[in-house]
């Protein structure tokens, strides 16, 4: 006998032909004083008030709860078909890059050199459709320290987009921009550089210098000129006799500190030039000025294009939304047989449902046996049941 719900599913109907001991195999009978008549009218109008969708026949009375579960099923499926979808879309548009900008630099992700990462090579092999649609200028970055140690409480930046409101983000807050996320990675210290040689300006910008924490030295060569620039940046700069110290990480009184190599000469002693610079300062050396007009932050920002996320987050929608159904509306069967006697009638309630059905049947058993004026609930087991002895 195929069980009791699959009919019901495939007929959208009680079965006919169905027993009272379809039920699971556990049936209760109800000692009532109505004839058969009413028992079986008062067990239908109590099912109906209940919500049940109820089906009489000679005798009997069959009940369904739980109508809108098949939908609840039939919303799981879609989102397992929504997930492929977005899996299928991750692997052939996804995008992740690094670029690295100063404040008041602007980005546009569909220049292939506007990224630090990935590589030149491996920029070179990623379809044009990958790169990210998305541009933005970044206008100032906001770090906080705890106690002035090298502990980021706070690491925002702030950036404006095609003329709308600015946006902050920070490492786990993105901004959605276009079809791609940004989210702030990394951060450091640009000096703006002005170098003049013999033959007129050799460098005038930003240069982002892996120089932070304070103490740790980078270096800029002078192009067409064995010379070499090793610089250190102290951001809040206080010197304690030669020893240069900085008192936080914040650019409050920044200064510089540049030592010239000639890198064909050099074999690692003392540098042919020593100096420190505040801002505006000019260092001289070997025919060759540097000055340090400014420092600004710059960030490290990361750029992630995944086409799948919408998909993905329609699934989850959707898959909870089947789940719903399936618990609240989850489908539930009512049998009822009646019979007269000498003392009214005897009824035979039979009930199952697809899970939680041990105390639902007691519900059911007891809210019938009311409607039927009874005290009694006696119980008939006819028959095994797999489904009740695992319970």
Not at 18 to 46: E, P, S
Not at 215 to 238: H, L
Not at 290 to 299: F, G, L
Not at 366 to 376: E, K, N, Q, S, V
């Amino acid at each position: 006998r195929p069980p009791l719900r699959f009919l019901w599913l495939a007929t959208r109907a009680p079965p006919g032909g169905w027993k009272i001991w379809g039920c699971g195999g556990r049936v209760r009978a109800i000692a009532t004083g109505m004839d058969a008549a009413r028992a079986l009218d008062a067990t239908a109008r109590r099912l109906r008030r209940r919500g049940y969708r109820v089906r009489r026949e000679a005798g009997r009375v069959y009940a369904r709860f739980g109508r809108f579960s098949s939908v609840g099923t039939i919303l799981s499926h879609l989102a397992l078909t929504l997930i492929a979808v977005s899996t299928i879309l991750n692997a052939q548009g996804y995008f992740r890059g690094k670029a690295v900008l100063v404040e008041g630099e602007a980005f546009d992700g569909s220049v292939r050199e506007a990224y630090a990462e990935p590589s030149v090579d491996e920029m070179a092999a990623i379809p044009e459709s990958r790169l990210p649609a998305v541009t933005f200028e970044l206008l100032t970055i906001e770090p906080a320290f705890w106690k002035d140690v090298q502990l980021f409480t706070k690491l925002e930046a702030r950036i404006s987009h095609a003329g709308e409101r600015s946006r902050v983000i920070a490492v786990n807050r993105p901004a959605h921009i276009g079809n791609a996320s940004v989210a702030i990675d990394g951060f450091g210290y640009a000096p703006e550089f002005r170098i003049e040689g013999p033959e007129g300006t050799i460098a005038d910008g930003f240069v982002k210098l892996k120089v932070f924490p304070p103490g740790s030295t980078d270096r800029v060569d002078i192009a067409g000129s064995p010379y070499q620039i090793e610089i250190q940046v102290f951001p809040d700069a206080s010197l304690d006799g030669k020893k240069i110290q900085s008192r936080s990480f914040n650019l409050v009184d920044p200064l510089v500190l540049l030592r010239v190599r000639d890198v064909m000469l050099d074999e690692g002693g003392s540098p042919a030039y020593e100096g420190e610079l505040r801002l505006g300062e000019t260092a001289e050396f070997f025919g060759y000025t540097v000055t340090v007009p400014s420092i600004r932050y710059y960030a490290e920002v990361r750029i992630v294009r995944n086409p799948g996320v919408p998909w993905f987050v329609a699934a989850l929608l959707t898959g909870m939304a089947g789940l719903v159904l399936r618990v609240v509306f989850r489908q539930r069967f009512v049998a009822v047989a009646a019979e007269d006697s000498a003392a009214g009638s005897i009824v035979r309630v039979g009930a199952t449902a697809e899970f939680w059905r041990s105390a639902w049947r007691v519900r059911v058993f007891g809210g019938i046996a009311m409607a039927l004026g009874a005290d009694r609930v006696d119980d008939e087991r006819l028959g095994r049941d797999s489904e009740d002895d695992a319970e």
